[in-house]
C-alpha cells in the first residue's frame, strides 16, 4: 500500500494538512535541541522529509540514517535527499523498525513522525529505539490523535472520515490507503495510552504535547 502511493504521498501530505506538516515536522526537531554534532536516526522515515528537516535545521544533526520498509518511499527520498545535496549526510536504509539495523548506543536522538501506529509491534520498536539510543538520547514522535474537544472532535472526525478519504483516493488512484489513514488512527493508543507505553520501556521526561487543537500529538522523551 505504500509503495503504491509513493509517487504522490507528499503532494497528498501538504494538500490534506493544509501545509501544516511542515510545522509539525519542524517543531519535532526542535525538541530535540540539536547542538550540530548528533547522530540522528528517522524511523518509518518515508520520502525523508523529516530526516532532510533534522540536516537543513539550524543547529542541524550532523548525520542522519533513516529507515523503512517501503522501497517506492525511500526510492523517493533519495531522488529529495540528491536534490538537496545532502547525499553525504543521509543516508536511506530499508529496515524494520522492531529489528533495526542499527549498533547498539549508536544514535543520539530518535524521530518517528506518523509511522508509530503503522508499526504492527509498537512495544517492540520502542524496546529497539532504548537499545539504539545512547545514554540520555532524545526521542521525538509524531502522530495524529483524536481530538478531545467535543467541538473540534466533531468537525475533525467528518474531515477525517469523510472528506480526506474521498481527497486521497482521488489524488492517489489508491482505494484503500486513505481509508486506512482514519482507521489506523482510531485504533492506536490514546496520548495516555502511549505515554505509559514509553513509560513502561524505560524512558524518561515523557511527554505528549497537543499540536493543532489537539488532531495531532508530539511525544518527547529521554533514555535515562
Known amino acids: 500500500m505504500f509503495d503504491a502511493i509513493a509517487g504522490r504521498y507528499d503532494l497528498l501530505n501538504h494538500l490534506l494538512s493544509a501545509g501544516i506538516d511542515r510545522v509539525w515536522r519542524r517543531r519535532a526537531i526542535r525538541a530535540l535541541a540539536l547542538s550540530g554534532s548528533e547522530r540522528v536516526l528517522d524511523l518509518c522515515t518515508g520520502t525523508a522529509d523529516v530526516a532532510i528537516e533534522a ?39 530499508c529496515g524494520d523498525a522492531t529489528s533495526l539495523p542499527v549498533a547498539t548506543a549508536s544514535v543520539d536522538a530518535v524521530t518517528i513522525a506518523f509511522g508509530i501506529r503503522n508499526v504492527e509491534r509498537p512495544e517492540a520498536a520502542c524496546d529497539e529505539i532504548h537499545r539504539v539510543l545512547r545514554p540520555g538520547g532524545r526521542l521525538a514522535v509524531l502522530e495524529f490523535a483524536i481530538p478531545r474537544s467535543p467541538l473540534v472532535r466533531s468537525a475533525y472526525l467528518i474531515y477525517f472520515r469523510l472528506v480526506l478519504p474521498r481527497i486521497g483516493r482521488l489524488l492517489s488512484r489508491h482505494s484503500v490507503a486513505y481509508d486506512y489513514l482514519p482507521a489506523s488512527v482510531g485504533a492506536f493508543a490514546t496520548p495516555d495510552e502511549f505515554e505509559k507505553i514509553l513509560t513502561n520501556h524505560r524512558f524518561v521526561e515523557v511527554r505528549a504535547d497537543p499540536l493543532t487543537l489537539g488532531i495531532v500529538f508530539l511525544y518527547t522523551a529521554r533514555k535515562r
Not at 523503512?68 to 547525499?87: C, E, H, I, P, S
Open 55 to 93: 540536516r537543513t535545521a539550524v543547529p542541524a544533526a550532523a548525520r542522519v540514517v533513516g529507515v523503512d520498509f517501503a522501497r517506492a518511499m525511500l526510492k523517493v527520498g533519495r531522488t529529495k535527499v540528491r536534490q538537496n545535496r545532502l547525499d553525504d549526510t543521509i543516508s536511506l536504509v
